[in-house]
């Protein structure tokens, strides 16, 4: 009940838009600012891949994020108290530096996801920085109707049972008929709302409190509905 509250708490992050700033230095980038490519399917298909974060901006701009609580300390009535940052601390000469971990997912809930994980002295920088990977993380997905308790044909779920892992993390995604909704805690929830999926069973495997490898694991579940051959 906790973990629900913080999440709960927890302010909308937005990617700081740099496109007044956007000076293109790759041909990809040099096409979307001069209007030649207005589509990111079109990126999709050609299997180019995105190197600055300003080329989804451009072509996303109501592109959605989610924090993955990674972190956690000690609640006020003992336990443990989740939270959006893990902080870690290193010892140099000149004493402990700490470092702020972040873990973003982003999506347009419409088949386009992507994860990335960000680290800086500060929390707000870290956040950006995870933002921005994720933006060059980006898969197109194919959804569809694959439960056999439902033949409505619409893309609510996904076509085929899936299987995905990280570290020690194994998941399975299993289709489900209309209605049912995402059957998964409410980490994993955002990476498949992001994703566009509204009704998934899914099964997991390992230790998932390692948030980490879990939303690792899903993605790489949903890596295999790519929608596209990936370039060289």
């Not at 589509?39 to 996303?60: A, M, N, Y």
Request: glycine content about 10%; aromatic content about 6%; some cysteine.
């Amino acid at each position: 009940m906790e973990e629900e509250k913080i999440e709960e708490e927890l302010p909308k992050v937005e990617a700081v838009s740099a496109l007044e700033k956007w000076k293109p230095k790759t041909s990809l980038g040099k096409e979307v600012f001069e209007g030649k490519i207005t589509d990111i399917e079109e990126i999709f298909k050609s299997g180019r891949k995105i190197t600055e974060p300003e080329i989804v901006d451009k072509l996303l701009p109501n592109l959605k994020n989610e924090l993955i609580l990674i972190g956690g300390r000690t609640g006020k009535g003992g336990g443990i108290q989740r939270i959006p940052v893990k902080i870690t601390a290193t010892m140099h000469k000149s004493g402990r530096r700490f470092t702020t971990n972040a873990f973003v997912v982003v999506g347009n809930e419409d088949g386009i996801v992507g994860v990335g994980k960000g680290s800086a002295p500060e929390t707000r920088d870290a956040i950006n920085k995870a933002i921005q990977k994720a933006k060059l993380n980006l898969i197109k997905i194919k959804r569809g109707c694959g439960s056999f308790e439902c033949s409505c044909e619409e893309p609510h779920s996904i076509p085929f049972k899936i299987k995905g892992r990280s570290g020690s993390v194994r998941v399975v995604l299993m289709p489900a008929p209309k209605g049912v909704g995402l059957v998964a805690s409410d980490e994993a929830k955002k990476i498949l709302r992001l994703a566009g999926i509204k009704d998934v069973w899914l099964k997991t495997f390992g230790n998932t409190s390692m948030r980490m490898n879990l939303i690792n694991a899903i993605f790489d579940a949903l890596k295999k509905l790519y929608m596209y051959e990936r370039g060289e």
